[in-house]
């Protein structure tokens, strides 16, 4: 079961290298905000799966932590930052 | 291995899969709104079907309650975020993409 | 199998952390710096946790990527609302680095750095055998809770300090401009209604599970102060009646109360923050639970930019 978790983890830890793609182009500012939504939604799988194969309790706090605040970063971004984004200036 | 290792087992691959699939259509899918629906199936099946492996090698009822938790609140936070953000595009002029 | 999957993991994470710092200080358009530098800051947590550090990456967890992200998107919009026509995309990113000899400069660190690393005795512990000897005196069974606040106390005591004199210094620069709010919808709402409260619930619990377990005053403080962030994005405003004293009194209540028991500690045993093992336990709690109310008051106060009732329109 140890293999499994770990194996899951790395599979998930890819998946996130994955979602950096979407971060880089957008075009839009809400598709950069979503893809770091979905880092977020993945970091709590691969915190539980750490917590549940080598980690330990504490893991699942800092999983129950991450839940919560990326919540509020994603109000920040729609309340504040996307009245002023300039859309599509994908220059990178 | 047990009964319950080869059913936790199989929970968490699907929910593997799932996030996969979340990954993929987020970089494949051609605009915020179905970028926006992939995400959430990462969100609620993905997550879901991990917690749900997970908390059957819980070693107690409080671990399963946390696990719980943390899916309900990523479920919570998952479903008001996307929907503020769709409104927001909507309010911004995006148009959904039509073939 | 298991160490070579781990290992693995270790090297995805990192490469990962290395291409989002270079992306954020690369990257052309600020918006998307902010982004790459908030998933920085989850991908970092993930690091801490494979490094063995679970208060560190709590930390990071609440402060790095969460309050910190809500800060620079407040900060962004702020910047661009006061100069709408000013060309925020930064010149040139990586490019800005300018000459080969800077460059060579850069490598040569990053080689020696790498060095210094690779060259660590494998068998280094560090100070864990002397603090696992002593924990039994210090008030708490967590080792690093112990260290923070009792064996380092003085340390974290000019942490405290500093992140008052950083909002002293902030609202010493002045307000800027009033921004327009528009009413929030009933899912913002709702949500800042069941976020708020179970925020400040986690925050009480890890301010709790500090002693035995990771967590403590900072982390705790970080996820008030989200919760203070997220009632702010939904439109709520502190009363003008607590916006005067008592909001000065809970951002001065974590360092006085730890200034008070330096002091205190000074005059009874002769050394600074020498907590007698008897109190320790107890008095390690009365400073965690002012610092975390300081902490997150100090962080919300930083996230509004000006002293209320200087310009109460943000």
Redesign the interface.
Known sequence: ????????????????????????R?P???????????????????????A?A??????????????????????????????????G???? | MTASDYLCAALLIIGGLFFMAGTFGLLRFPDVFTRLHALTKADNVGLGLTVAGLALQAESWAVAGKLLLIWLLVLLAGASVSHLIAQGALQRGMRPWKR | METLIAGAIDVALALAVVGLAWGALASADLFKAIVLFVAFGLVMALVWVRLNAPDVALAEAAIGAGVTGALLLAAYAKLRAASPDANVARAGGMRGIGSISIRILILLLAAALGCAVWTLPSDYAGLGKEVAANIDRSGVSNPVTAVLLNFRGYDTLLEVMVLLLALMGTWSVGATAPQRETAPGPVLDSLSRLLAPLLILVAAYLLWVGAHAPGGAFQAGAVLAAAGVMLLLSGWRLPAALAALPLRLALAAGPATFLLLAVITVLLEGRLLQLPPLWAGRLILIIETTATISIGATLIALFLGAPPGKEDRQ
């Open positions: 079961m140890q293999t499994l978790f770990l194996t899951l983890a790395l599979f998930l830890v890819l998946n996130l290298g994955a979602g950096m793609w979407r971060v880089l957008g839009t500012a809400a598709d950069r905000m979503l893809a770091a939504q979905l880092f977020g939604t993945t970091a709590v799988a691969i915190l539980l799966l750490l549940e080598t980690g330990g309790a504490a893991l699942r706090d800092v999983a129950l932590v991450f839940a919560l605040l990326a919540a509020v970063t994603a109000v920040a971004f729609v309340r504040r930052a996307w009245l002023y984004t300039e859309d200036n994908d220059s990178e």
